[in-house]
């Protein structure tokens, strides 16, 4: 039971555009969601998160926006830079229990 | 400073030999704390977590089993490795209570052959 979706295996964008990264989730009691970049070899690094009371969060080059009614979420990184080029992994947490289920994953190339 | 380290950093095990990764967390108390691993291709799956001494919640039936013999280390382990337990483990804790906001460890790659 995958409670934790994102169907785009890898993503290619032009350095400068933008970038889109998409996110299902099938659990409503989910409080948190966040984002991480991880580099091969590494482990993974957090980058943005947003609480289930908000729709949108801003960080730099990075949004995240929130649509609980379609239960998805999505990150946005404007400009995309070759160096943004990683692993991003959608995560979920509620505050009732203590995990963190993570997504399977979508590789971005950046091509400069 | 809050720092997270895990060792080994690789392994090469034959088949049904004994695990033992340890993690352990400095600068903070009563960390939640959780075991990932990630086989090749694939994304982070769950395997274990604990939220205090003694405390530890399994994810996922398996060969492996964890411990927290104390507060800030957190180890995985088992009898006998299967050819399928390989991949890249991870050990991580959770900088703020709740929010699923986790600082990863440098991870431990096993190989078993």
């Known amino acids: 039971d995958q409670q934790v979706k994102q169907n785009s295996p890898s993503l290619s964008v032009q350095e400068g555009r933008i970038s889109i990264l998409n996110c299902d989730y099938t659990?409503?009691?989910?409080?948190?969601f966040l984002w991480y970049k991880k580099y091969p070899a590494e482990g993974p690094t957090f980058l943005i998160s947003?609480?289930?009371?908000?729709d949108k969060n801003e960080d730099g080059r990075f949004t995240v926006f929130l649509n609980k009614s379609a239960k998805h979420l999505s990150l946005h990184i404007v400009p995309s830079q070759p160096g943004d080029s990683a692993v991003y992994f959608c995560?979920?947490?509620?505050?009732?229990?203590?995990?963190?289920?993570f997504g399977p994953g979508t590789s971005l190339s950046v091509i400069p | 400073s809050q720092t997270i380290h895990q060792w080994p950093a690789t392994l090469v095990q034959p088949v049904g030999s004994p695990l033992s990764l340890e993690c352990t967390v400095e600068g903070t108390s009563n960390p939640n704390l959780y075991w990932y691993r990630q086989a090749a291709g694939r994304g982070l799956q769950l395997l274990f977590y604990?939220?205090?001494?003694?405390?530890i919640s399994s994810e996922v039936p398996q060969n492996l089993s964890a411990s927290r013999p104390q507060d800030r280390q957190f180890i995985l382990s088992s009898k006998k490795l299967l050819l399928s337990d390989s991949g890249f483990y991870l050990c991580a804790w959770e900088r703020t209570r709740n929010t699923g906001e986790l600082f990863f460890g440098e991870g431990s790659r096993l190989t078993v052959l």
């Open positions: 659990n409503s009691m989910f409080d948190y």
């Open positions: 947003i609480s289930s009371i908000k």
């Open positions: 604990s939220v205090g001494i003694g405390q």
């Open positions: 995560a979920a947490r509620g505050t009732s229990y203590d995990k963190v289920i």
